[in-house]
């Protein structure tokens, strides 16, 4: 059964009484209510660090509602066509699948979700871990070895932001580009936990690069915008699944060598 | 090509804990994952001994600055010198003119706390040490506690207890048990250390004190050790301790490079909250389910039965039975069953040994037994629930 949806917002929920309310006119994510350890929920999504991309500026999405959990929407606007679908699963894991053809060249950007694990207050505590050899530094691919930017442990964002040379004066946070291991296959990109509350957001995505952004009182970790030359069609899937941390597998003293992509 | 001289380091750290071990393997993580080389010098036995250190050849030292004898002794070091060390309060309290790494000790009892908190509790006290000069974290914890107690306007029982020592031993328990029966029950107790808490959980068993339904008890440190001597899992706050190492060789590493950090103060949070059943609070529990509960979480994998249960609590099995259903919804045998099942699932988890093995630690009667109640309870057999839980990272999203 499908029904067209109309209002100012869309909620998907699961059987764990997860909900994601999706904004059906921009495809943006509103809201992300998420059990903590003590099965509490709080909404974990704050205003998205960015506005939304302007690379469709005033575009009108439809919007079709596929079942509990899953919704579509389409755009179809100056020679481009996006299917946007959206599931959200059992597990917790938010599936985004991007579907783009275009007849011109083309340029799709998803605003990226802003998260607080802990559904408020700051994010310094907040715990990261990236599989990612190499970052960009003014365009150039630096490795992250022996800088604050080396995530492949898991560190906390506010202390590391303290590393001598890590925040250029006038910032308030991360703003760095990533290159991820692995090729093209769906793979686990990045892994934040709150260790207050014990929510955990996994991030698993197709493409070779991510974007990580944060302020005091939020992050976001998204890929870079899609670039589809005339006549190209491109897909993108990710991921974002929140659950709850499990103190054994985000041990801090496995071995140094990440293998997220197996 | 000449080869670059490695910078000669000393490892100042009593590496006999948890804690200082960590910090150590996150300096060597940090070095693994560079091309930095350093040559490490540590005691053998990984214990740390000052004297001579003054007139050590060396290029650069990381140290221990909770020890008050490496304070004095690096005061005036005319090496770079890293400090790794506990939080203060106070800006007094750290050394003057030393970069220092240090773990958030406010943040760590405010994790315990908040813990307790969301558990259900509603009075609270802090199990700490004797005031010593080898134990200012452990002061430094106790006034974080006090902080948080002011902030909510209760009253911070803190207790400090005796330094132990064997002789001493037996007063120390019952002081401790003194103090136990002292506070308004149910209540949350914070421990400055794993290995405190641990002596205390001691003191609950000897007193009779139901864990965690009249006395909930976190600690702090993670130590598997301290896991591993209580008969009920311990809570506790696990410290960014390998970050400290990895952010204490960094400094050191920029110092080496010239870098001039006097100032540096890096205050690294806890890495998160390991919570077991020392702190799994039910709060407005019937007393003789929260004394059952008591008796099954230490003896269910020792193969007791509903009998036993009820003979402990004194109570009529069928009148047990009632308080069960309306309480828990469920049996004291599956009670029983449950605990047996978690210890299963943890020891497969852990180690990788054999399934009949298991079978018999945690008190099923035989192996065909646990299969079954693996498959009726989680659709998969032992050896599969093993298996799955070993594999690396199961990545599928």
Not at chain 1, 126 to 152: C, I, K, P, W
């Amino acid at each position: 059964m499908t029904m067209s949806v109309s209002s100012s917002s869309h909620t998907l929920s699961n059987s764990r009484g997860m909900r994601v309310q999706v904004n059906p006119h921009d495809a943006s994510l509103q809201a992300w209510w998420a059990p903590d350890r003590y099965g509490r929920l709080a909404d974990v999504l704050e205003h998205a660090m960015a506005a939304p991309a302007a690379e469709t500026p005033g575009a009108r999405w439809q919007c079709e509602a596929v079942s509990d959990a899953g919704l579509e929407l389409r755009l179809a606007q100056d020679g481009l066509c996006v299917r946007l679908r959206y599931r959200l699963e059992d597990n917790g894991g938010l599936h985004i699948d991007c579907e783009a053809v275009a007849i011109a060249p083309a340029r799709i950007g998803l605003a990226a979700p802003a998260f607080n694990l802990h559904g408020g207050g700051m994010v310094a505590d907040h715990v990261l871990r990236l599989a990612a050899d190499h970052y960009l530094q003014a365009a150039a691919v630096t490795e992250v070895a022996g800088s604050a930017f080396d995530f492949r442990q898991p560190a906390p964002l506010g202390a590391r932001l303290a590393w001598p040379g890590a925040q250029p004066a006038g910032t308030v946070g991360f703003d760095h580009g990533f290159c991820l291991a692995g090729d093209g296959l769906l793979r686990e990109a990045a892994r934040v936990a709150d260790p207050a509350s014990g929510r955990e957001l996994r991030f698993f995505t197709t493409q070779p690069r991510l974007r990580l952004q944060s302020d005091q009182h939020r992050f976001s970790l998204a890929t870079e915008a899609l670039e589809l030359p005339c006549g190209a069609a491109a897909r993108h899937t990710f991921v974002y699944r929140l659950g709850v941390q499990d103190i054994d597998a985000f041990d801090i003293s496995e071995s140094v060598s990440l293998s997220l992509n197996k | 090509m000449k080869m670059p001289t490695a910078h000669r380091i000393a490892l100042l750290f009593n590496g006999n804990k948890i804690y200082d071990r960590d910090i150590i393997a996150g300096i060597a993580a940090y070095l693994n994952t560079t091309r930095v080389s350093w040559d490490l010098f540590l005691e053998e036995d990984f214990r740390c001994r000052l004297p001579g250190i003054e007139r050590w050849q060396g290029d650069g030292i990381i140290a221990d600055f909770d020890d008050p004898a490496v304070c004095a002794a690096l005061a005036n070091s005319h090496l770079p010198v890293v400090a790794v060390g506990g939080s203060y309060a106070q800006d007094d309290g750290y050394p003057a003119g030393i970069p220092y790494v240090a773990t958030d000790n406010f943040k760590i009892v405010k994790l315990a706390y908040d813990h307790l908190v969301e558990a259900g509790l509603s009075r609270f006290a802090c199990f700490s040490l004797p005031e010593a000069d080898v134990n200012r974290w452990a002061q430094e914890r106790e006034t974080a506690f006090c902080a948080l107690m002011e902030r909510d306007h209760m009253r911070a029982d803190v207790y400090r207890g005796v330094a132990t020592s064997a002789p001493s031993w037996d007063e120390a328990v019952e002081q401790q048990i003194a103090w136990l029966n002292s506070l308004e029950k149910p209540v949350g107790i914070i421990a400055v250390s794993d290995a405190r808490a641990r002596q205390l959980l001691q003191a609950c068993m000897h007193a009779g004190i139901a864990v965690p339904e009249q006395v909930a008890l976190i600690g702090i440190d993670n130590d598997p050790l301290a896991r591993m001597l209580t008969r009920i899992p311990l809570s506790s706050v696990i410290q960014g301790a390998e970050e400290m190492g990895r952010t204490a060789a960094h400094l050191l590493h920029q110092m080496l490079n010239g870098a001039r950090l006097a100032g540096t103060r890096i205050l690294v949070p806890p890495a998160g909250l390991n919570v077991l059943a020392s702190t799994r609070h039910q709060p407005f529990q019937h007393p003789q389910v929260m004394q059952a509960r008591h008796f099954i979480r230490q003896y269910a994998c020792q193969g007791i039965k509903t009998e036993q249960v009820a003979d402990y609590v004194g109570v009529s099995r069928s009148t047990l039975e009632a308080h069960f259903r309306h309480e828990l919804g469920r049996s004291v045998h599956d009670e029983i069953l449950h605990f047996k099942l978690d210890a299963a699932k943890t020891l497969l988890t852990r180690e990788p040994g054999q399934v009949a093995d298991v079978a018999v630690r945690c008190g099923f009667t035989t192996v065909q037994y646990m299969h079954a109640v693996f498959k009726r309870e989680l659709g998969c057999t032992p050896r599969e629930f093993q298996l799955r839980s070993r594999s690396p990272q199961a990545a599928s999203p």
